[in-house]
Structures are given as structure tokens and as C-alpha cells.
T-cell receptor, first 112, second 112 residues
Framework: NAGVTQTPKFQVLKTGQSMTLQCAQD?????MSWYRQDPGMGLRLIHY???????DQGEVPNGYNVSRSTTEDFPLRLLSAAPSQTSVYFC???????????FGSGTRLTVV | GNSVTQMEGPVTLSEEAFLTINCTYT??????LFWYVQYPGEGLQLLLK?????DKGSNKGFEATYRKETTSFHLEKGSVQVSDSAVYFC???????????FGKGTTLSVSS
């Protein structure tokens, strides 16, 4: 099925560990983005990309890195995890018209 | 900058009651407006959208009208069901169709 695939679904990290959250889409969307969802805060934009090789920061980029080497993949890297990064992370892609955002099912990350 | 404000929850209703969730926005130009729904343990699904003033988005009995004069996009449903229990997010994209900006979400709980 076409869509946005996120892995893993759940992850527990110790403070200071690093990891990569994977995001892949098979809809040939140029635009992809990462959000974090925290209780009472809604979804906040971390980083986004308008195409392969192009990325930019969103509202809450600190502590996260991204790269976009292919149209399909947009991984999110935590270089040194902190408890404040405990959250649910969603990846989304958007069609060329700018209206059809598709979300992945999320990754629930706990940093202890 | 662009922002979205929606009524705080939780909203608790009995089955078949009328639902209104208020949403107002601040944006330059002519944003597109969205309502997303998140069922427990799932990702976000697009519920409805409107791309210009006076447009009415509708889906699954839910409706919202793009009111530029009041910068609002209130969500309504005439008769809610238990299965409508979820978190509802109002969101917008700017005129350039870039990142989705979300409100903080409103939790709806419907009891039978």
C-alpha cells in the first residue's frame, strides 16, 4: 500500500545514546517533514525537506539532524538523546499541489 | 507568523449530541485550512479541508466553513457517535503550501 512508513514503532533509549528514526514514502512526494507530538502542545515541526539534497529547520530543530539523499527517504537522527526528546514522532509527506499531507503511524520514543 | 488556536478540551458529549470545536487562525495571505483526526494509538488522518474563503469542507458528517472575515474554521457535527471519540487538530498551510501549522488539539469523548 502506498503511504509513509516509519520505523521503529517504539524505542527506549538511554540518555546520551544516538539513534535514527526512519521514514520512507513511495508516492514520489518532494516535500517531507518531521513533527513531534507532546501532550498539550499539538504537533511541532522539527525539520522539513522540499526535495533531495534540500533540508531546513522547523520550529524545534535543536538536538535533531536530517538529510535527504533520495526522494523516498528522510531519516531523523538524534545524536545524543535527552529526556526532553521523549515524544511521539511523526513523519509526513505532501503532494505537489500542497494540500495532500500523508502521515506515518508514528514512533514512540522514550529517553530514560 | 502563522498560528492556529483551537478550543481546549476535553470535550465530553453524549451520543447524538451536537458538536462544535472552535478554531481560529492568524496568517498572512490566503492559507489553506484543515481538520485532522487522531484515533487512540494511531497517526493523523485528514478529516476535511478548505482552500479558499467560504469553502465548506465536509466528511463523515463533519463540516467546517472557511470564514475569512472572522479568521475561523470551526468544526461541527450534528450527531456524534461513540466512534468519533478522538483528538481533533485544526491546521493551516501558508500561501506557499509549506509546512502544516497545528493547533494544540481538542480531545473529544463521546459516551453512550
Amino acid at each position: 500500500n502506498a503511504g509513509v512508513t516509519q520505523t521503529p514503532k517504539f524505542q527506549v533509549l538511554k540518555t546520551g545514546q544516538s539513534m535514527t528514526l526512519q521514514c520512507a514514502q513511495d508516492m514520489n512526494h518532494e516535500y517531507m517533514s518531521w513533527y513531534r507530538q507532546d501532550p498539550g502542545m499539538g504537533l511541532r515541526l522539527i525539520h522539513y525537506s522540499v526535495g533531495a539534497g534540500i533540508t531546513d529547520q522547523g520550529e524545534v530543530p535543536n538536538g535533531y539532524n536530517v538529510s535527504r539523499s533520495t526522494t523516498e527517504d528522510f531519516p531523523l537522527r538524534l545524536l545524543s538523546a535527552a529526556p526532553s526528546q521523549t515524544s511521539v514522532y511523526f513523519c509526513a509527506s505532501r503532494d505537489d499541489r500542497g494540500y495532500g499531507y500523508t502521515f506515518g503511524s508514528g514512533t514512540r520514543l522514550t529517553v530514560v | 507568523g502563522n498560528s492556529v488556536t483551537q478550543m481546549e478540551g476535553p470535550v465530553t458529549l453524549s451520543e447524538e449530541a451536537f458538536l462544535t470545536i472552535n478554531c481560529t487562525y492568524t496568517a498572512t495571505g490566503y492559507p489553506s485550512l484543515f481538520w485532522y483526526v487522531q484515533y487512540p494509538g494511531e497517526g493523523l488522518q485528514l478529516l476535511l479541508k478548505a482552500t479558499k474563503a467560504d469553502d465548506k469542507g465536509s466528511n463523515k458528517g463533519f463540516e467546517a466553513t472557511y470564514r475569512k472575515e472572522t479568521t475561523s474554521f470551526h468544526l461541527e457535527k450534528g450527531s456524534v457517535q461513540v466512534s468519533d471519540s478522538a483528538v481533533y487538530f485544526c491546521a493551516l498551510t501558508g500561501q506557499a503550501g509549506t509546512a502544516l501549522i497545528f493547533g494544540k488539539g481538542t480531545t473529544l469523548s463521546v459516551s453512550s
